[in-house]
T-cell receptor, first 110, second 113 residues
Framework: AQRVTQPEKLLSVFKGAPVELKCNYS??????LFWYVQYSRQRLQLLLR?????SIKGFTADLNKGETSFHLKKPFAQEEDSAMYYC????????????WGLGTSLAVNP | DAGVIQSPRHEVTEMGQEVTLRCKPI?????LFWYRQTMMRGLELLIY????????DSGMPEDRFSAKMPNASFSTLKIQPSEPRDSAVYFC???????????FGPGTRLTVL
């Protein structure tokens, strides 16, 4: 079965420190992976997707098929990065609905 | 564009009452999704529509839940009768196609007493 695991419910770092939000997935085929973010009092929105291979707001994520991971990283965290982050997977095929992780709440302290 | 619009933003009701949540997707988007978010289970896809047709309703918890999309600009999610365990935030999202980026509404926070 397809599954997305975000092992940390809460991650707290200091401003300027590196941050890594972990995401592991379970899927036997070729998945598409996404990170969505929900800032306080704002809508859930797409942060980045692995096929675009871009850096958004200093965040990057690399798909590691060997480790079945798609960890989100930023070298220097900012206070405005504090938010809820969700990893999601969609599987190839006709019924490609998103499978979501439970989310990680990132708190960046001054 | 105002984005995806949901109403009401907050709903407090008593057990046994009917609850109707409403969603207006972004104009031109062909896919619409209903999600439920709770602390315990995170984001769960309840149902999604493509071109107003329900494609996958396997996430609908039970017969008390129903969803309709009578036209491209409006969808409803109905719970009848409501129960306290239905308390959650319900999100609507739309996308250009079912595989594109999903744009979320602000959510409806439902409390069933």
């Amino acid at each position: 079965a397809q599954r997305v695991t975000q092992p940390e419910k809460l991650l707290s770092v200091f401003k300027g420190a590196p941050v890594e939000l972990k995401c592991n997935y379970s899927y036997s085929g070729s998945p598409e992976l996404f990170w969505y973010v929900q800032y306080s009092r704002q809508r859930l929105q797409l942060l980045l997707r692995h096929i675009s291979r871009e850096s958004i707001k200093g965040f990057t994520a690399d798909l590691n098929k060997g480790e079945t991971s798609f960890h989100l990283k930023k070298p220097f965290a900012q206070e405005e990065d504090s938010a809820m982050y969700y990893c999601a997977l969609t599987a190839a095929g006709n019924n490609r609905k998103l499978i979501w992780g439970l989310g990680t709440s990132l708190a960046v302290n001054p | 564009d105002a984005g995806v619009i949901q109403s009401p933003r907050h709903e407090v009701t008593e057990m046994g009452q009917e609850v109707t949540l409403r969603c207006k997707p972004i104009s031109g988007h062909n896919s619409l999704f209903w999600y439920r978010q709770t602390m315990m289970r995170g984001l769960e896809l309840l149902i999604y529509f493509n071109n107003n047709v329900p494609i996958d309703d396997s996430g609908m918890p039970e017969d008390r839940f129903s969803a309709k999309m009578p036209n491209a600009s409006f969808s409803t999610l109905k719970i009848q009768p409501s129960e306290p365990r239905d308390s959650a935030v319900y999100f609507c999202a739309s996308s250009l196609t079912r595989w594109e980026t999903q744009y979320f509404g602000p959510g409806t926070r439902l409390t069933v007493l």
